[in-house]
């Protein structure tokens, strides 16, 4: 039996993706600890577009709980307006006519889906904003099922716009259950656990600095300070340059802390995307490993 495609149209040659072979090849090249960062970032970014001032974020916090059944992040930032998630959040990348938010983290459009199927096959959101509310329920392996519909719908009963919501009531909530094997092992492991807070502090000390709290597990993390010598003898060296919209800054200098803790801290909008570096993709050394000494 041909498809409904031939059938209409016997010229036409069917080419639709394959809805479990598009899942499986979307979460390959992504860790399940990237997974959990991708959700972070785009918790932050709500964050900053809801702050009045983006150099004080006392008042804002992520809660993230990993357990052996099931992943939760909640955050009290813009929430997800109603027709964003309608038109947009959900596709599977952006259009070239979407705009992003300004100095946002995310930036392709397929992170919280992605990191939603890495996670688990049961997904849970909810989301309150200025002036819609909704919910939004997605069985993975039920809509794999379902060859033809790519689209999500919102939860019966669940959807209100032209509201107006108060502030401190914004926010999305994430809820996922039935694990995937990798989710299951390592939200059992105290070690992962532990490198995920570590690294989460790291990647986001600036905006942990700013007053934001992340905690994860009920555990608050600490920001990690990178302070320079600056008296009489030694002071850093500083350069910046402004152009078309971006901003560089670069600030060197000799710090107090452990040698191994020296190198390069490369940011981005204010998330660390390059740690300790040492290397030569810094200029620390020559191509060869010569060069600057370590």
Same mark, same amino acid.
């Given at each position: 039996m041909g498809t409904l495609a031939s059938i209409i149209d016997p010229n036409i040659v069917a080419a639709d993706p394959a809805k479990g072979f598009f899942v499986s090849m979307l979460i390959k090249d992504i860790t399940l600890r990237d997974a959990i960062g991708d959700l972070v970032?785009?918790?932050?970014?709500?964050?900053?577009?809801?702050?009045?001032?983006?150099?004080n974020l006392s008042g804002y916090k992520i809660t993230i709980f990993l357990k052996e059944n099931n992943f939760s992040i909640q955050d009290n930032g813009f929430g997800m307006e109603a027709h964003v998630a309608r038109e947009t959040a959900f596709?599977?990348?952006?259009?070239?006519?979407h705009k992003l938010i300004d100095k946002s983290i995310g930036q392709f459009g397929i992170g919280m889906k992605r990191a939603f199927f890495k996670i688990g096959s049961n997904i849970k959101?909810?989301?309150?904003?200025?002036?819609?509310?909704f919910?939004?329920?997605i069985?993975?392996?039920?809509?794999?099922?379902?060859?033809?519909?790519?689209?999500?719908?919102?939860?019966?009963?669940?959807?209100?716009?032209?509201?107006?919501?108060?502030?401190?009531?914004?926010?999305?909530?994430?809820?996922?259950?039935?694990?995937s094997n990798d989710s299951k092992i390592s939200f059992s492991d105290d070690t992962f656990i532990d490198k995920?807070?570590?690294? @989460? %502090?790291?990647?986001?000390?600036? #905006?942990? =600095?700013? *007053?934001?709290?992340?905690? /994860?597990n009920g555990y608050t993390l600490e920001g990690n300070h990178i302070t320079l010598v600056?008296?009489?003898? @030694? %002071?850093?060296?500083?350069?910046? #340059?402004? =152009?078309? *919209?971006?901003?560089?800054? /670069?600030?060197?200098?000799?710090s107090q802390y452990d040698s191994e803790e020296g190198g390069w801290y490369v940011f981005c909008n204010e998330r660390l995307v390059l740690a300790k570096n040492k290397t030569e993709e810094t200029v620390w050394t020559g191509s060869k490993g010569d060069g600057v000494p370590l």
């Open positions: 970032d785009n918790s932050v970014d709500a964050i900053k577009e809801r702050a009045l001032d983006s150099s596709n599977f990348g952006k259009a070239s006519s959101l909810k989301s309150n904003s200025e002036t819609s509310k919910e939004i329920d069985a993975v392996k039920e809509w794999i099922k379902e060859p033809k519909k790519w689209q999500f719908e919102f939860k019966e009963g669940t959807l209100r716009e032209g509201i107006i919501n108060k502030p401190e009531n914004c926010g999305v909530e994430i809820e996922i259950s039935d694990l995920l807070k570590k690294e @989460i %502090s790291l990647e986001h000390m600036l #905006n942990v =600095s700013k *007053g934001l709290e992340i905690e /994860i600056n008296d009489e003898t @030694i %002071s850093p060296t500083f350069w910046e #340059n402004k =152009s078309n *919209g971006q901003n560089v800054k /670069i600030l060197a200098g000799i």
